[in-house]
């Protein structure tokens, strides 16, 4: 018999790669959308954050954010909880932090409740990433 793959393998397995492919992205920062991340930015978090390097609002400046130490912003006051964090703001930390504030920072200053929608999460993430 010869190993020729018959079309239902073949589609099986078109199908299976099409699955990865959408599917693999989903729950990671990676797939999100920078340009859909600038409008969460904007109804989420510019009340109290810029972009802008070195200006601060009632949050200190979020430029270049992914990568920086929590509480590095020599000239924002930080709650005392968020300097004891001692974390490094890496996508993931970000997003369990935009997630729930309150359970990340225990006793922190960020009055923002969180944000359940993932893709919107990652959509801001990618955005945040992109500005530094
Ligand atoms: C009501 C005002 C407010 C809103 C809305 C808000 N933040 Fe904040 N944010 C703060 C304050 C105040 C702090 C300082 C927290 C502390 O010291 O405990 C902070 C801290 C942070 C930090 C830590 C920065 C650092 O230098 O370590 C990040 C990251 C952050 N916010 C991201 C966001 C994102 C993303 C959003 C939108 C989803 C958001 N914040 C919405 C006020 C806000």
């Known amino acids: ?12 397995a078109s199908c299976l790669l099409t699955a990865t492919v959408t599917l693999a992205p989903a729950g990671s920062w990676a797939s999100g959308d920078a340009k ?3 409008d969460v930015f904007a109804a989420q978090c510019a009340e109290c954050h810029s972009m802008k390097e070195g200006k601060n609002k009632k949050g200190p400046s979020l430029f270049a954010v992914v990568g920086r130490k929590a509480a590095s912003i020599a000239d924002f006051k930080y709650s005392d909880p968020m300097k004891a ?17 309150k359970k990340v920072v225990p006793g922190g200053i960020m009055k923002f409740d969180g944000l359940p929608d993932a893709k919107a999460r990652a959509d801001l993430i990618e955005f945040l990433a992109s500005v530094k």
Do not use: C, K, N
């Not at 018999?1 to 099986?12: D, V």
């Not at 964090?85 to 504030?101: C, K, R, S």
């Open 1 to 12: 018999m010869t190993a020729h793959r018959s079309p239902l393998q073949g589609s099986l």
């Open 36 to 38: 859909a991340g600038t």
């Open 85 to 101: 964090g001692g974390f490094v703001w890496t996508p993931e930390q970000l997003d369990a932090y935009i997630t729930l504030p």
